[in-house]
Each structure stands twice: as structure tokens, then as C-alpha cells.
């Protein structure tokens, strides 16, 4: 195509962005109204047959670029709809997409904080969190390996993201290695159980390197009691890492920081405003408190890269910090967006979805056909139900009755897809059978879009 940096692509450029722009904004507004669909369901087979997937060894007309583009937009979820409530990063913000568009423009690489490091997610920052405080207590695993040191246990609730597990994996410490903590009835950890299994693996040999607490757990919301736990860590001389991916940005609300009470002890803590606070996948950061630490366990001095006699402050040159060299500058999206909303902003927006969380919770607790997965209000802007058909209400607990519960949220959840009218997400946890896990992180949703959700539900589940 007959585009920059070709010799006069200059108007061909212009043309063709345009167009792309266009179809955007068209994208954008769709994404707002409530009369589409949040997702024009096709099966995998069915899309696999609609556009042609070849890569061709000619180059393809701009026209048909174009196509592309529209084609992808047409069959992508609209997660920034109003009734998208799938996931824990919803929402669309122009100004967060603006920042998009002009960091992939600049194409420039990220430099990293002496204490605070950008990632790819919340997973990775979790993982970043495990490898520095393994570095924390045994420096020469760097250069000799797993081999030369003791065997490593960390510690989280059995309610905690499944990134624990996946870290230990990676850094070869091992998933076994990870010991999961009981939880009570609202899903946060123990601190009696905690410090009890801690004891045992220290009589056992092992030694305890991490705890990872949880500030908003994936599926009920809950907040692990951080100041037990930190005052364990301080007593057993354990890291204590704070995953508040999902419930981190809860600290910038005055009514719900509170939940998060204790989170100034931690060693590490993972953060991703990619959640609640609406910005663009992805954003995810790791605060780590010892300053010099995280360059310490990952630097290795790559004299091509980062040159002692550079004609600025090297101070600036923080890039050694992290594992990836090239990485996207995922900041200036939160940074735009915060000088746009200013932490009032921030603060209007994360109290808004609690408060409709509790609007839902309010409207469902006592209404027939509706069972609350467990007692009280919602602690984050998880509410987890079971939606009860006509036909099971009334029946007595039983295996029969279970086996039936079972099957009822997968089928009114492939009925939402392919109607497209909402998305809600649902799982089993434990010996509960599966669930809706509703999450509400999207400032456009409004008391008439939970009103609908309800609505819908019953009108997709009526006949189960």
C-alpha cells in the first residue's frame, strides 16, 4: 500500500487513518447504546468461515485492510457497554483510549521507578512479587539456582487468585510449595489458620518466604484481615505481598479505603487500574517498599543497553528493574486519565459501582427466585447469586435438585450471548454448584441496567 514512509504517501495516509478513525468513533458509540447488541455471538466454526484468514504472500488492497478492521469491531464484545458485567476490567474511557492511540503512535519503551514497576498484569506482578522476595532472603538463588538454597514454601487463602500458583511454577519453586489457606464463610483468610500452617512447615524444615494476602478476591470480592496477617509476617519474618489487583483501587475511595486497612505494612503490593478504575488493558503495577531491592534481584548490567556514560541523569535509566526489555508504556493512559478526573474523579466513579453492587444485593436478596451464595452485603462489587427456576423452587435439598442448579446459569449465560443482550460471568467454588458472579467496574452501567440484568435473567430462566 502506497502509505508513509513510501514517497508522496503522505495523502494515501491521511485517507487511509481517517477511515480507521472513522470506524472507531462509529465502534464507540455502538459501544454506548443500549439498544445494540454487547456481543454479536458466533460460534468459533461459524467466524473461522466468515473472513478469510490467510496470510497471503501479496499484499492485500487497503480496501480490504479496511474491511478488516470493520469486520473485527463487528464481532468483538463490547466491553465498554453498559450491561457488559463479564469481567473485572470493563468499561470505555476516551480519554484512557486517547492515551492509547497516542502511546502506540510514539511507540516508545517504559522506564521503570526505583520502587514500582509496570507490567503486563496482575498475574505478572504477582510472580515479580514472588522472585523479589525469594532474592529477599536467599540473594545467591540469582546466580546458582534453586539448587543451592533450602526448600521454599509461600502461603495464600485458597480463595486467591491462581497467578500464586502459576509464579511458583515459573520460578521453579513449585505448585506443591504453595500452601493454601482456609477461609471463612465470606472468603477471607484465617489468621489462626495462616499461622498455624506456618509453624508446621518450619517444624517440617521448609521455609516460609511469602505470604500473598488478598485485597478483592476474584470470584466473592473479600478482603483479607491485613493487619493479623501483617502483624504473622512481622513475628515469622515472612514477606508479606498484597495481591489488590481487583480491591486495590478501593484506596481512593474516603467511604471504602478502610477495607484495605493495613495494606502500609506490606512488602509488595500488585495494583491494577485496569480494574476498577477503568483504564485501558492493560495497566498493572508492582509497589515494592525496600528501595533498590527489585533492581538488585533483576539487573544484569547489559552494557549494549544501558551504558555507564550516557549525557543524562542515569538515575532516569531504570529499565534493568524489570525482566522485559521492550515494554508499552501502559502509565500515560493512567496519568491522562487522572489529570481528566482528578482523584475526586476516581473517587465518584469506584463509589458508584459499590453503590450499585448494593442496589443489586438490595433487590435480590429477599426476591423469589434468588438465592444469595452467602449472608450480608457485598464487601467489593462482587454479588454472587444462584438464579432458582419455577421449577426447582419449592423442591427439597437433594442430589437431584443440585445435579439440575448446576446446569441452570451455563444455560441462561449461553442465552445472554447469543441474544447479546448482557454478559455475566459464573463458576462453581468449592462444593457450591455454579453461581453468578456478578462485578460491576463499568461507570456507565445505571440502576435501570441492573434493573434489566434481573429482568433478564428471568426471562432467559423462566422455563428451566
Known amino acids: 500500500p502506497d502509505l508513509l514512509p513510501t514517497c508522496n504517501g503522505e495523502i494515501t495516509t491521511m485517507s487511509f487513518l481517517q477511515d480507521v478513525v472513522d470506524i472507531l468513533l462509529q465502534y464507540v458509540v455502538k459501544s454506548f447504546d443500549r439498544s445494540t447488541k454487547v456481543i454479536d455471538f458466533h460460534y468459533p466454526n461459524e467466524l473461522l468461515q466468515e473472513y478469510n484468514w490467510e496470510l497471503a504472500d501479496q499484499p492485500q488492497t487497503l480496501e480490504e485492510i479496511l474491511l478488516n478492521c470493520r469486520t473485527t469491531l463487528k464481532y468483538a464484545i463490547k466491553t465498554g457497554h453498559p450491561r457488559y458485567f463479564n469481567q473485572l476490567s470493563t468499561g470505555l474511557d476516551m480519554v484512557g483510549l486517547a492515551a492509547d492511540w497516542l502511546t502506540s503512535a510514539a511507540n516508545t519503551n517504559i522506564k521503570s521507578n526505583s520502587i514500582l514497576l509496570w507490567t503486563p498484569g496482575g498475574a505478572i506482578s504477582n510472580m515479580y512479587a514472588m522472585l523479589i522476595a525469594r532474592f529477599k532472603m536467599f540473594p545467591e538463588v540469582k546466580e546458582k539456582g534453586m539448587a543451592a538454597i533450602p526448600r521454599l514454601v509461600a502461603f495464600t487463602s485458597e480463595h486467591s487468585h491462581f497467578s500464586v500458583k502459576k509464579g511458583a511454577a515459573a520460578l521453579g519453586i513449585g505448585t506443591d ?217 419449592g423442591m427439597e435439598d437433594s442430589e437431584e435438585r443440585t445435579s439440575r442448579l448446576m446446569k441452570v446459569a451455563p444455560v441462561i449465560k449461553a442465552r445472554m450471548m447469543e441474544y447479546g443482550t448482557t454478559m455475566v460471568s459464573y463458576q462453581p467454588l468449592g462444593d457450591k454448584v455454579n453461581f453468578f458472579r456478578m462485578v460491576i467496574s463499568n461507570p456507565a452501567a445505571t440502576h435501570q441496567d441492573i434493573d434489566f440484568l434481573i429482568d433478564e435473567i428471568e426471562r432467559l430462566g423462566q422455563d428451566l
Open 177 to 393: 510449595s504453595v500452601i493454601l489457606i482456609r477461609c471463612d464463610e465470606r472468603g477471607k483468610m484465617i489468621p489462626s489458620d495462616l499461622e498455624r500452617r506456618i509453624v508446621e512447615a518450619k517444624q517440617k524444615g521448609f521455609v516460609p518466604f511469602l505470604v500473598s494476602a488478598t485485597a478483592g478476591t476474584t470470584v466473592y470480592g473479600a478482603f483479607d484481615p491485613l493487619i493479623a496477617i501483617a502483624d504473622i509476617c512481622k513475628k515469622y519474618k515472612v514477606w508479606m505481598h498484597v495481591d489488590g489487583a481487583w480491591g486495590g483501587g478501593l484506596l481512593m475511595s474516603r467511604k471504602h479505603k478502610w477495607k484495605l486497612n493495613g495494606i502500609e505494612r506490606a512488602n509488595s503490593v500488585t495494583w491494577n487500574p485496569h480494574k476498577m478504575m477503568g483504564v485501558p488493558l492493560q495497566c498493572s503495577a508492582l509497589l515494592v517498599r525496600e528501595e533498590g531491592l527489585m533492581q538488585s534481584c533483576n539487573q544484569m548490567h547489559a552494557s549494549y543497553l544501558f551504558q555507564q556514560d550516557k549525557h543524562y541523569d542515569l538515575s532516569y535509566d531504570t529499565g534493568d528493574k524489570a525482566l522485559q526489555c521492550g515494554r508499552h508504556v501502559d502509565v500515560f493512559k493512567l496519568w491522562l486519565m487522572w489529570r481528566a478526573k482528578g482523584t475526586t474523579g476516581f473517587e465518584a466513579q469506584i463509589d458508584k459501582c459499590l453503590e450499585l453492587a448494593e442496589y443489586l444485593y438490595n433487590k435480590i436478596k429477599n426476591r423469589e427466585g434468588y438465592e444469595m451464595v452467602f449472608d450480608g452485603k457485598p464487601q467489593h462489587t462482587n454479588v454472587c447469586f444462584w438464579y432458582i427456576p419455577p421449577s426447582l423452587r
